[in-house]
């Protein structure tokens, strides 16, 4: 048995906050203690209280005066794309086609994929990313080394084997029977291997003919647990070739209805610029809208409409996401960041509490996964991050003004990045110290 008594302020949310002054949506412990058990939340309190209960020799680990949350969460992601972030083009399917799809054409090769695997998870756990939605190549070896290293640092994390006919190149091209045969491989390789969640993942119905379309609905039947994940009316280009491509369909989002894809476990990146019609059609299915403000922002492709979306009367389900390498950030402090300017832009306001539930408990939630992550409730995954305010010389200075915790919280999402991060914790065991 391995005990681990970690003291500092705590913040956990139970629900979405209704306003910044909905203090009943958060615990918040000014001088808590986090008792961890085999990787596992064994209780949570105040420190004098847990301290009781804990057995006399257990580890103790003092982060005063940091915040210690549920570690953050990145809905959306491309595993193969670290070498792509930061690539100047005009717009995605230049992007795309200029320095995306050759890129992932090297993910054939296992040392390669080894390689950007061990990278890809440094680089969450220096941003306090415990759990993360990714896309690999079309490439079985990459899905592979995806998962080999998740097993190995034991993080809980949701990943596929992309699957595309068309529209790129040939190095990049599986088959219909392909894509099925070598994602059916995956999940049993993968799934429920460790904490591994595999996911269907066809990219975006551009890259899949109707025919791969049809192997994607036949896995979601065959395994209705999954998540499913793909992109959806990213900007306008995309969207006037996929009607052109799937000219039967009603809209974008119908494509994927017809083929049974629209579910509650179904992750839509972008959903940018979604009708009426395609937002209530999401909202009746329960599918998740994931928002990648960087990203958006990066290759111009539109600013989403998260407060609209999350209060209109069908409401859709809203995650958010780094989506490197089109977003320009690994940090989902850097995220919210930019999430907050689009919805200052649009006339609306992201207070700090929204961000900070987004990037946990509400993507815990969006995952439904929200039983194991997103909390720092008894019985669930000890996936924590530690955050320290005052990190710079700059926020230091700024700290000497902050009086309340939302003013600390929003200072965190305007000038923070992987050096307020001062410890990642994984299943109970400190990760970021050991990089």
Not at 113 to 118: E, N, P, V, Y
Not at 163 to 190: C, F, H, K, S
Not at 191 to 208: C, D, E, L, Q
């Amino acid at each position: 048995m391995t005990m681990t008594l970690l003291r500092g302020r705590l913040l956990s949310f139970r629900r979405a906050p209704l306003s910044l002054a909905d203090s009943e949506s958060y615990f918040y412990e000014t001088d808590g203690g986090l008792l961890i058990e085999n990787g596992i939340i064994a209780a949570v309190g105040t420190y004098t209280d847990v301290k009781a209960r804990a057995p006399a020799e257990v580890a103790e680990i003092d982060h005063r005066p940091h915040l210690i949350m549920p570690g953050l969460i990145d809905m959306h992601l491309h595993f193969p794309q670290m070498q792509v972030i930061a690539s100047y083009a005009a717009n995605l399917l230049e992007w795309l086609n200029t320095y995306t799809f050759p890129e992932e054409c090297r993910f054939v090769e296992s040392a390669h994929a080894q390689r950007i695997a061990t990278h890809f998870y440094d680089e969450l756990i220096r941003h306090g990313t415990t759990t993360a939605v990714a896309y690999c190549s079309v490439h079985k070896t990459s899905a592979d080394a995806y998962f080999a290293e998740a097993l190995r640092r034991n993080m809980r994390m949701v990943g596929g084997k992309v699957m595309m006919d068309r529209n790129a190149p040939q190095g990049l091209l599986d088959t219909p029977q392909m894509g099925y045969d070598e994602t059916r491989q995956v999940i049993a390789d993968w799934h429920g291997k460790g904490r591994n969640h595999v996911a269907i993942t066809p990219r975006f119905a551009i890259t899949s003919t109707p025919a791969q379309m049809e192997a994607t609905a036949a896995l979601a039947r065959e395994f209705p647990d999954l998540h499913i994940q793909t992109h959806l009316s990213e900007n306008h280009d995309e969207i006037k070739f996929t009607s052109e491509l799937y000219p039967e369909a009603a809209d974008y989002t119908d494509i994927y209805a017809r083929y049974g894809l629209l579910g509650p476990k179904s992750l839509f990146g972008h959903a940018i610029h979604l009708s009426d019609r395609e937002a209530d059609a999401m909202s009746e299915s329960g599918a998740v809208a994931v928002h990648c403000p960087t990203s958006n922002l990066f290759l111009g492709s539109g600013l989403f409409p998260l407060k609209a979306l999350a209060g209109r009367q069908k409401s859709v389900r809203i995650g958010v996401a780094t989506d490197i390498g089109g977003g320009s950030s690994y940090s989902m402090l850097r995220t919210m960041d930019e999430a907050y300017k689009i919805q200052q832009l649009l006339g609306e306001r992201l207070n700090p509490l929204d961000s900070y539930y987004y990037m946990t408990l509400g993507n815990a939630e969006a995952l439904s996964l929200a039983d194991r992550i997103g909390t720092l409730g008894p019985g669930t995954d000890a996936d924590l991050v530690v955050l320290n305010a005052a990190a710079t010389p700059a926020m230091a200075l700024k700290m000497e003004v902050v009086k309340t915790l939302s003013e600390e919280l929003f200072l965190l999402q305007t000038m923070g990045d992987d050096r307020a991060v001062a410890e990642t914790y994984v299943a109970g065991v400190a990760m970021k110290s050991e990089l």
